[in-house]
């Protein structure tokens, strides 16, 4: 273990562009998969609120462009084993000054689903405010959304930053500000065995309705595919850099220490053990990255958590299983960046050294 | 162990610089190649000690074909030893470390480093310590695993002539206890030390004197 932090420290300049390029691969791969993973859990974490099964328009890409009747929701609650079932309209919106928030109507049973802080549910022409809104707002009074405006009645906490950063209204003023009935109820049930059954019976209540497990609705669901892909995409970018970077750098240092793989070869070190002694090292800087990468992501995630500019919308998770996943990733971005250099060191022959005296 | 090289040919592209070259060497000897800058020594040399393949002609160590044996690095490193111009030492490591780095027991090496006289130096670095010393240093590292023949290219092409005339002490000292030397070298006065002087000329041996 000594020896090959002796090798890094002796080659400290080179070691420490390897470090930097892989803590700034690593950090880029958590960060990214973070955020999208948060924006995607907090939608499914406000989808699946008192919401075991979801309806929306058939056949709709988008909860925001789902329109159906609001009264449909009535005659949901009539089914046995419903529990709940309220109507939601999913908007966004300017609210001065803001340029967009996101605007939540929901039909009055829904309210107690944002616990408030301070003051009362909205009537008709008044709205209640997420915490991290109000702070932004600098505790307004009234707020003028879409040229239109509505008293201030309450503020409530919630951990969904989409929430938090958002309005809640009543479901009428809601389908005035967007011009719809509904887009979407959530309904919970008695027993989630009984899920099927109930999805039957809603799907029978209108044609242009769609129900849906919220489980599969969110699996299914084209916008979180769409950010999971770019996700995946700009995270596979990331590693390759990583990997090119190692890839150069480890060139380079390779032919510094030409020398002394040759010097290996001509006292019998088989090739396995050059290899591995390279390998060995780049791990080391990896683990190291990789711990660095973590802290600055929970760093940054933390500064874009609080920042005014996201409004809380973007909400970074760093779950543990990302965290074994990507450092299985660094692992391996070390280990394949690593392993052509240290083959061509491998392959040094000694006769070089004879040879020639400058290698 | 004996050395036998038979009709030794070798091209770099199309210059011929070895031009059948037949010698026996008894590896329990110090046995010198001497001759003109060009001449083939290191070529010969690095034939010899298995690290570059002949265009014609073979290399036998007891008998046994070289470009037969099995594993190359295995066998290198049980019975060959090497001493380049360079030290070669890995500055990262202490000397002790550096002739550690191959060693299959560590047994030889506290004896090793007092028999050259280095052990007070042994946890130095390489740039701590004078040339002479690293090539001591180089050399212990090419004895450690007890080796049956040490080759050595130039050995003391980087020191003072008082310091080459220790290595070739050394070299001498060590051949009577049992190991055996092949030393290329254009230094004449290495002719003092050695049991055999293989002369060299334009890829020829010219001459053999004991
Ligand atoms: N790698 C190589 N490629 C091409 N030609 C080479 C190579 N190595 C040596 N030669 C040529 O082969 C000939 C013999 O070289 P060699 O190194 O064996 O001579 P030498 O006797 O060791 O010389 P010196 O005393 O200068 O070290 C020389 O003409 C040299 O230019
Ligand atoms: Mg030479």
Known sequence: MITPLKALRKNRFKTSLIFLSMSVSIAAIFLISAISGGVVSMYSAMLKTDGDIIVTQKGIADTFFSDINRSLNDSILQIEGVKVSSAMILGAAPVDPLPIVGIYGVSENRFKSYPLKEGRYPKVGEVMLGSKIYETLKHPREVIISKKEFQVSGVFKSRIGFEDGGVVMNLSDGGELFHKSASIVLVSLEDLGQSDEIIGKINTLDAQIEAKTTESFIEQYNQFKIIQTSSDVIGAMAFLMGILGIVSMMSMVVSDRKAEFGIMRSIGLSSTAIILKLLGETLIIAIVAYVVALGVSFGVLELIEHADKFQGYINGEITSALMIQVFVISVVMALVGTFLPALYASRIDPVSLIQRGDV | ?210
């Open chain 2, 1 to 210: 162990m004996t050395i036998e090289a038979l009709g030794l040919e070798h091209f770099y592209g199309r210059d011929k610089v070895l031009n059948g070259v037949d010698v026996t060497i008894d590896a329990g000897s110090f046995t010198a190649i001497i001759g003109e800058s060009g001449s083939g020594k290191t070529t010969l040399l690095s034939i010899l000690s298995t690290l570059l393949q002949p265009s014609a002609g073979i290399v036998k160590y007891d008998g046994k074909i070289v470009s037969e044996l099995g594993n190359i690095d295995r066998f290198r490193r049980h019975n060959i030893g090497f001493v380049f111009q360079f030290h070669y030492l890995i500055s990262y490591l202490t000397l002790r470390e550096n002739i550690a780095l191959g060693a299959m027991e560590e047994s030889r090496i506290e004896t090793l480093l007092h028999s050259l006289g280095i052990s007070k130096l042994s946890h130095r670095y390489s740039d701590e310590v004078s040339g002479g010393e690293r090539q001591r240093a180089a050399i212990a590292r090419a004895l450690v695993n007890a080796p049956s023949v040490v080759f050595a290219d130039e050995p003391t092409g980087s020191l003072d002539s008082k310091n080459a005339l220790g290595v070739y002490e050394l070299f001498r000292g060590f051949s009577c206890a049992g190991t055996g030397f092949v030393v290329a070298s254009h230094d004449k006065k290495i002719a003092d030390y050695a049991d055999i002087i293989i002369e060299m000329e334009d890829g020829v041996v010219k001459d053999i004197t004991k």
